[in-house]
């Protein structure tokens, strides 16, 4: 019945062809699907007759300008339906629904009874002139829905009531109907919902739209007859297993929509198959989508149609598989040497990692959404809810999952978010406390959930439907969807199979980046090592002086008169933090360790409530009044921009030099004990001018020299500055000289680049986002414009001033793909993430080369 | 008895040096005073003959290397005694003491005898040997202290108590007593108190000294013999008057520490004068004064020694003037022909007319200084202490003078500031708001007055003694010395005289960067106009929500549920708007004025204490619980970096309507009233995206066609963007295309460029600039390599994107005299800055234009 493509040549002019194997044809022209199904073509697969039409085409269909649609249907066989599938660039961008069985009128009808029936030809019939008329036409779908599609005139009622409603008769004319249906297609693409859909979807603004004219196989009639889709693999989880749908007697993707009255692909004992009941056909499948993975060099989801026991391969799309299976897909075709390492690598996103290192709630489970905020850190957790550090600590001393519920989070939250199972915050943005804290420790997070109502002091939530939930209740944090659910969907478990495992080794071997952790805790160091992290890029301080005991101590030297005072204060610390770093030295055995010495305004380890007033006062033997007003008093209005960091270091000097000395007692206490000697990596924080460099460089180095004459041992470190106000970006040329290297803290280079504070950026990030005003949120994405212009001012002045210093990233943004592109591209010697986002980068630092190779090559 | 110069060439090396008219005598290798002394060997006036050693050998007496005196000294008369004398390059930085009657010896004592009488000579002598022993020699003053010099062995004594302390004799030979001199004095300039005194006053490291060998002129004889210092101003006014002292029988300044023993100079009833003691060598006298004054360009401070009637010139200095006199002594010098309006403009610093422009305490009044802090705002002011707005506005309503001491200021107390005579604050910096409004509204402030404690609850202030003084107690604030004084001192009022307005005017005839000014009042805008700013440069709008009745309505709009419920709200603030910009536009008369649509945070306009909560929920009917949740949930960790400006422009754009409304509808009505039409311009702050600009934009266009259609008339306006944060910076050359002017914010600049925060960085300020961390405060003096190279940057993409964009800089930095050097080298076209700084800002942009002419020439 079919004329087979070979046979014929057909071109109406450049834009619109039929599909042959030399015809041109480019997705950038035509669309995926017609180039696609050109490659199924020079495969000599049994594709249709399709004439494609192209993006320009199709636009100027939009506009009125419809191709001469006689000459289009000579090409195919005198009486043949057609059908017009869309073909737009990516097929993740959409496009308007396939329409089928073009061409059904009375005659056609006619003509099919005698080989289909009449009842199948009229009810094909019917059904054609119904979806003509709502998709088309756009009559109203109201005039059809009273018709009984039983009843023996159903056919005549809707060719009455197209009539009734078009005000004129169902078009008889085959070149009609197609102009028609070309015309429909084209402008739907143009719609403005459709046009946001695609562009959420990453589309460009002028992205086009091809579409392919088919020749229909009808998977109707006497012999077996039917449609389906088959794949190789299951999408699942990526094995080799063929899976799919098939229904007799069905067109288009009926089959995926067909439930029980589906058969099963292979022969099966649970029910009919299409392998039993088409062996040569079903054969005959199997062998094409072998070739189509091999020569198209994926996992391909088949769409088939078989006529009569014949079979048709209509379309083929790359399988929808899940990130598990995407990953396990991509290196198999590796290993089956249909694609290379590199290729493999290429073909993973680096956000499918990210969910595959945490449990996610099940894509099939009931999700009973009371509150909604930012992703903040991915995985789901389900718990009971408490409201205070404590709580969840006690919680966790139980052995019961809890969830820490907060206004927002502090440094003295940190046990607490370590004790529980995710954290859920009513305040902040993608680096605030919270979200920074709980993607470094793997916790899952939603934070700024805004919507809800946090009553802590009542000790219960309230969900925007007015549900209560009290503490003890149990909620599920879903922080890779950003939603809170009632109860405890089901879920499902991280998967780092063996197939991840390959995928990353393979990077590693094409990535020219490094990549180190930011790691505060031995917990961290311990997870980074597991994610081979290439040494700790950042290790945070402060966390070490909340710990109970540590801070009554930070007090006392907060409120010390004089330096010696504070001196002594500092001395019972020393111990403890030399204990710190020494482990972390050891676990990280050999791999560099970058410290950053004390950061925070002192404020911070102060209570500002009165009954931690109270206990401040007993614990120093002070009147409350006495305390209350110098708490008061060391309160500051912007504290992000205040005192604290290297300026902290040069007006009360003893912090430093306390943490010098327990680095480098640990780093010869550490290297005692056998293997490379320790060279530890020391940072100084919020840098704004050399003589601040100058001035703890030698305060560092004196530490440095009592520490060797009083052990009797060498030893040698590194200094160097964390780069995170613009104006050390600005002035680093004259930094650069005087250190060995510069990280840069894109956080608050951020926040100081925009003005903008990342704990109360929250209140109007989405306002901004969604209008367009911000494309996208800078701490979430590094600004290449305003704060990347910085970071390459920065490094072209310091590599100019001294070519041998190291340079680095370490905020946030380390573990975000398209930055670390940036920061590859920028010349970077490392990028340092938080634990859980280590494998994401060395994927994305692997794409970044393989692709700056690609296009050099 | 003297040989004259002119008669004899000496040079022993070319540093050193007979001084005649051809000698190589240079400020910077001799020093000023050799030069001054060449200028007046040229204008041939009696000069003793003078040697002068260069930096370079003093340099090297320092270190032993002694040059020949015996040849030195045979340049003199052979019994001549000589002095030496220093001669820094510039005379501010101070220099050893003069050493007079070198080789004073037995035999010189014996010979003067004869001429001077043998007590006179013999009191010579005793005095050199005790000058000597203490100065030169070091010997122990106690030595000498118990002669009784009216002994008749006074001398005697003196030698022995030489000889016992030297365990040695007293040197008799000259060339030794010259030797001995020249290297004690060319020590005590490498001294460490010596070095620092002289950087303190601006001297670089290696500033040199030279010496100046003289021969004596004695000023001791039998004939009317003295010595003293002539000038033809009086120093204090700077008008033409012959002052000055002169002392018979006396040497060096001996005059200026003669009280009532000094002559008159003129003759006058009062007493004897040197112009009846020596008529002509007093007239002599008069006539070198006008030559030098003349020919020296300068008024000067001519320093004589009359010996038996001859006078002899020893040195002239520019006249030590105050700032009044300075001004005024410029212009008459222009004005009589002997320097250029030019000159005239570069003679006068500009912070002397800072000073000028307020009372300030008597630089004779006795201080009782009870406190100090950052001199923030210049000029001085008594008052009782009262210690909120409130009761300075009652106190200013009774007309009794008020200091409104706080801890610090907040945009409510602006109208207490305007009722207080000056200002007083515990907290901040030189850009906190107190100092920001005070320096804008010339009221005299001090603030970070720290060491003093501050108890308003207890209504009273406690000095570092630990005085008390209480409300209504009366102090004194100097602004310009950054003190605290108790009681009342005897002030100077403020000198705004014919000299300084000539000054002004030729300022101008050079300036080519326009001078707007920073005025946010009716008042601020009347003081700009009689200072001349050419319009106003930065409007800040946000106070004018703060006045009574205004703000009930801004916090109605704060709470406002619906953006109608807001609208309604700001209905009611758009014509007392509407009536502030029109009387503004009238104000300047067609003069520009630029204003800054609403800025601050809105949680700046709601109460934080109790009863303020209390009084909110009962105006707007609400609960106190709920009142109180809500203002806790607006507030913000970093109100700097938070939702403010711009943003909030976006977020809620009905206060940007309303104020946008409300200029176009003053401007309509501003205009009607005759003369040219009024063209407002509208600043955006806060800008960080262009997508901010084109949103604001559109929007303001909406209302400007709203209002032109409503009033049947036209208008036009200019839009720009407030640029202070880092990265409007970096992109201004995507946000030039889009407005018609950019304006440098640099006080937010320069806290986002350094992550300091203005209102914090009082706290250790101090410190860094001490330690040397910062070379000055970046607010107080513009940061060139870090703020500096963001204006550059920004200056440079902005006008390579759209040459017509008018650039500008409207932060506290725009009357800073070397940054609005720094401005006009970048480019712009002009500053704004406040009030009382508009004519300071006038003179320095006169001086960067000349300084540039003279360069380019």
Redesign the interface.
């Known amino acids: 019945m079919q004329k087979y493509l070979n046979e014929v040549s057909f071109q109406l002019d450049r834009h619109i062809t039929l599909i042959t194997p030399t015809a041109p044809i480019q997705p950038a022209t035509h669309g995926g699907r017609a180039k696609c199904l050109q490659r199924l073509v020079r495969l000599k697969l049994p594709v249709p007759r399709t004439v494609a039409l192209s993006f320009d085409t199709v636009k100027a269909i939009a506009l009125g300008r419809i191709p001469d649609t006689k000459v289009l249907l000579s090409v195919f066989d005198a009486d043949a339906l057609v059908c017009v599938r869309p073909s737009s660039e990516d097929p993740d961008w959409g496009g308007p629904t396939t329409m089928l069985n073009i061409g059904m009128n009375d005659a056609a009808c006619a003509r099919l009874s005698e080989t289909l029936g009449a009842g199948a030809a009229r009810a094909l019939y019917r059904r054609w002139v119904q979806t003509y008329a709502v998709h088309v036409a756009r009559l109203d779908p109201d005039a059809f829905e009273e018709i009984d599609e039983d009843a023996p005139d159903a056919l005549e009622q809707s060719l009455r009531a197209y009539e009734d409603e078009a005000e004129e008769p169902f078009p008889q004319d085959p070149a009609t109907q197609l102009s028609e249906v070309l015309r429909s297609m084209a402008r739907s693409w143009e719609s403005v919902s459709a046009r946001l859909l695609r562009e959420a979807k990453g589309a460009p603004v002028d992205a086009g739209l091809g579409l392919a004219v088919q020749e229909m196989a009808l998977g109707l009639g006497r012999g077996e007859s039917g449609s389906g889709v088959l794949q190789l693999v299951d999408p699942e989880t990526g094995l080799p297993q063929v899976t799919g749908r098939y229904l007799s007697q069905s067109q288009g993707r009926d089959a995926l929509e067909a439930g029980k009255k589906a058969l099963f692909l292979t022969t099966d004992p649970r029910g009919p198959s299409l392998q039993e009941r088409a062996p040569e056909a079903f054969a005959e499948l199997l062998e094409h989508a072998a070739l189509m993975r091999q020569r198209l060099r994926a996992e391909m989801q088949v769409e088939f149609t078989i006529e009569n026991g014949r079979l048709f391969i209509l379309d083929g799309i790359v399988v929808p598989a899940s990130n598990a299976a995407a990953i396990r897909i991509a290196v198999r075709l590796s290993e089956d040497a249909i694609i290379t390492p590199q290729e493999a690598v290429m073909r993973v996103k680096p956000r499918m990692l990210s969910a595959l290192l945490h449990p996610q709630v099940d894509p099939g489970a009931t999700r009973d959404v009371i509150g909604a905020g930012i992703a903040a850190s991915p995985g789901a957790a389900t718990g009971r809810i408490v409201f205070s550090a404590t709580d969840a600590q006690a919680s966790a001393a139980r052995e019961e999952p809890c969830i820490l519920v907060r206004r927002e989070t502090a440094p003295e939250d940190v046990r607490g978010m370590h004790a529980a199972v995710a954290v859920l915050t009513e305040r902040g943005g993608m680096t605030s406390h919270a979200a920074v804290i709980g993607r470094g420790m793997g916790r899952p997070c939603v934070v700024g959930a805004s919507k809800m109502r946090f009553q802590p002091q009542r000790k219960q939530i309230v969900a925007a439907d007015g549900r209560v939930f009290k503490e003890g209740d149990i909620i599920t944090v879903d922080g890779t969807a950003g939603e809170v659910l009632a109860g405890a969907p089901k879920m499902q478990a991280a998967r780092l199979d063996d197939a991840f495992r390959t995928l990353l080794k393979w990077a590693d071997a094409e990535r020219d980046l490094r990549i180190r952790v930011n790691a505060d805790t031995v917990e961290d160091a311990q997870t980074a090592r597991d994610f081979a992290a290439g040494g700790i890029g950042l290790c945070r301080t402060e966390h070490m002086f909340f710990e109970p005991g540590r801070l009554t101590v930070m007090q006392e030297m907060i409120f010390a008169a004089t330096p010696e005072d504070r001196r002594a204060a500092l001395a019972q610390l020393l111990p403890i933090q030399r204990a710190d770093f020494k482990e972390l030295f050891a676990i990280m055995a050999g791999k560099p360790v970058c410290i950053r010495l004390f950061d925070p305004p002192l404020h911070e380890f102060l209570p500002t409530d009165r009954a931690g007033l109270r206990d401040l006062a007993e614990a120093l033997n002070l009147p409350v009044s006495d305390v209350t007003r110098r708490v008061e008093a060391m309160g ?8 604290r960091g290297v ?1 902290l270091g ?2 009360v000097p003893e912090i430093y030099a306390m943490q010098a000395r327990a680095i480098f007692e640990a780093t010869l206490e550490a290297s005692r004990e056998g293997d490379d000697p320790v060279v530890p990596e020391i940072m100084i924080p ?1 840098v ?2 050399r ?2 460099v100058e ?1 703890v460089r030698a305060r560092i180095e004196q530490e440095a020299s009592a520490v060797r004459t009083e052990r009797g041992r060498d030893f040698t470190y590194r200094l160097g500055v964390m780069v ?4 050390a970006c ?2 680093a040329g ?1 930094i650069a000289p005087h250190v060995d290297f510069l990280s840069f803290g894109t956080n ?1 280079l951020t ?7 990342r ?2 950026a929250g ?2 990030m989405n ?2 986002v969604q ?4 494309e996208e949120d800078p701490f979430h994405r590094l ?1 290449q ?3 990347g ?2 970071l390459r001012i920065g490094l072209e002045r310091a590599r100019a001033a001294n070519p041998d210093v190291i340079i680095s990233i370490c905020g946030e943004h380390g573990g975000n793909p398209e930055s670390i592109h940036f920061c590859r591209t920028l010349g970077m010697d490392y990028a340092s993430c938080s634990p859980f986002r280590v494998p994401v980068a060395r994927l994305a630092a692997a794409q970044a080369a393989i692709q700056d190779k690609i296009e050099r090559s």
């Open positions: 500051e209005y912007n504290p992000m921009l205040g005192l300026r040069i007006t919020l704004s001018a003589r601040e001035i995170e106000t613009p104006r600005l002035i004259d608050d926040q100081m680049t925009y003005g903008l504070s704990d109360d209140r109007f306002d901004y209008q367009g005003v911000f600004d414009n305003g704060v212009e910085l």
